[in-house]
Each structure stands twice: as structure tokens, then as C-alpha cells.
Nanobody, 121 residues
Framework: QVQLVESGGGLVQAGGSLRLSCAAS????????MGWYRQAPGKEREPVAA???????YYADSMKGRFTIFRDNAKNTVTLQMNSLKPEDTAVYYC???????????????WGQGTQVTVSS
């Protein structure tokens, strides 16, 4: 059974930082394209950042330069470092696992339960 368990969400002031972690189990972690989505109140889920098996990274335009994604295949974890947070970053953040780049952007294979990030102004 595949499990993706997020941690690290919380409340932070604008301009602050948070680090989200995702621990994966039940899958061959190193074979998956790992990433994060988010969903703000009243909005659709949107991709945030992703990292390939080989370590190539992809970011949504509004996150470039502020967010960093990295993975540790030995520990089966993927981490999202978020800096210079803005109130519009407030959302539930979901860890995802996908078998390919295209699957990540269309329909990830697995989702975590989500973790709330709230950025106050």
C-alpha cells in the first residue's frame, strides 16, 4: 500500500519560510517523479514543483526563485523549501508521486493527505 505522508505545514508571517517534507512508503521511490500540488480555498489544485528521478526540477512560474524541491532516495523523502512566502501561498499542499513527467502534470498516481500552509499578512 502506497503512503505519502506530509509534514511541516503551519502558520507563518509573510516573508517567512517553511519546509514541507513528504515520507513515502510502499513504492519504489527512486523510480517515481515526485512533486507537490496545492489547493487554495475556492480554487483548483495546481502544480507547485516537481523533481525527476534524476534530480531535474520543475517549478510553477510564481514559485521560481522562492521554492526549492529536493529528494533523498535513500530516505524516501521529498522536501519543499518555501522562502519569501506570500499570503497568496496559503493553501493545502499535497505530496504526489507519478510515473512520469506527463503523469505528474495530468494525473499523479498517488497523493498524500495534504498539509495546511497559512501565510498571514
Amino acid at each position: 500500500q502506497v503512503q505519502l505522508v506530509e509534514s511541516g505545514g503551519g502558520l507563518v508571517q509573510a516573508g517567512g519560510s517553511l519546509r514541507l517534507s513528504c515520507a513515502a512508503s510502499g513504492l519504489t521511490f527512486s523510480s517515481y517523479f515526485m512533486g507537490w500540488y496545492r489547493q487554495a480555498p475556492g480554487k483548483e489544485r495546481e502544480p507547485v514543483a516537481a523533481i525527476s528521478r534524476g534530480g531535474s526540477t520543475y517549478y510553477a512560474d510564481s514559485m521560481k526563485g522562492r521554492f526549492t524541491i529536493f529528494r533523498d532516495n535513500a530516505k524516501n523523502t521529498v522536501t519543499l523549501q518555501m522562502n519569501s512566502l506570500k499570503p497568496e501561498d496559503t493553501a493545502v499542499y499535497y505530496c504526489t508521486a507519478a510515473q512520469s513527467y506527463s503523469r505528474y502534470y495530468s494525473h499523479p498516481d498517488y497523493w498524500g493527505q495534504g498539509t495546511q500552509v497559512t501565510v498571514s499578512s
